[in-house]
């Protein structure tokens, strides 16, 4: 079972997150959170799995509240989900240490296999941020992502592990690891979440890849 945080300045919101999780035997509700400092403590004082965070809430917001968790050391993951997809809002909330980022239009099947997803560590993009990330070219890096990195930053980005990536490219999880240290490196990131964000920018990756 997945124990969950919601966290969302709107009632109406956090009752039916709180009723749709609920009513899944997958997932535990441990609490509720109306801006960013109450998650921040809710989660040190709960220690969920997983923190579904929106972004734009009263006093501290939400890269605020994910940056200041990063920070601290809280082991929960955060899956950002929220209404914004703006350039603005996405990849300084994947840089703060978000896991992933979701929009609350999203199927709810997509929400629950989301959830799961961070819950073991994936990188998780809705399509429309992914999308939207390619339109954002920033500069490449001085060195190019090599050939392998491309790959396991492909298997990471369409939801494999460490281990599922050694297995499909026939490596050992130990090379999978250097390969996704030296990409971040190259990144100028420190976690997959930002990388594979940082690469969608760049064009590395695409939304089909």
Do not use: C, W
């Amino acid at each position: 079972m997945i124990s969950v945080l919601i966290v969302d300045d709107h009632p109406v919101v956090r009752d039916g997150l709180r009723s749709m999780f609920s009513a899944d035997p997958r997932f535990e509700v441990l609490g509720e959170a109306g801006d960013g400092a109450e998650a921040v403590a809710a989660a040190e004082h709960l220690g969920p799995d997983v923190i579904l965070m929106d972004l734009r809430m009263p006093g501290m917001d939400g890269v605020d509240a994910i940056r200041t968790l990063t920070e601290r050391g809280v082991p929960a993951r955060v899956l950002v989900l929220t209404t914004y997809d703006t350039d603005g809002d996405v990849l300084p909330a994947i840089d703060a240490g978000a896991t992933g980022y979701l929009l609350k239009d999203a199927p709810r099947e997509e929400l629950f296999r989301a959830v799961e997803a961070a819950a073991a560590g994936t990188a998780v993009l809705s399509p429309v941020v992914a999308t939207r990330l390619l339109g954002q070219r920033r500069r490449p890096p001085v060195d190019p992502l090599s050939q392998r990195e491309l790959e396991v930053l492909e298997l990471i980005a369409g939801g494999s592990t460490n281990r599922e990536a050694a297995r499909t490219l026939f490596i050992s999880e130990a090379t999978v690891k250097t390969h996704l240290l030296h990409a971040y490196a190259k990144l100028g990131v420190n976690d997959r979440a930002a990388a594979v964000a940082t690469a969608f920018s760049l064009g590395y990756l695409t939304s089909r890849g």
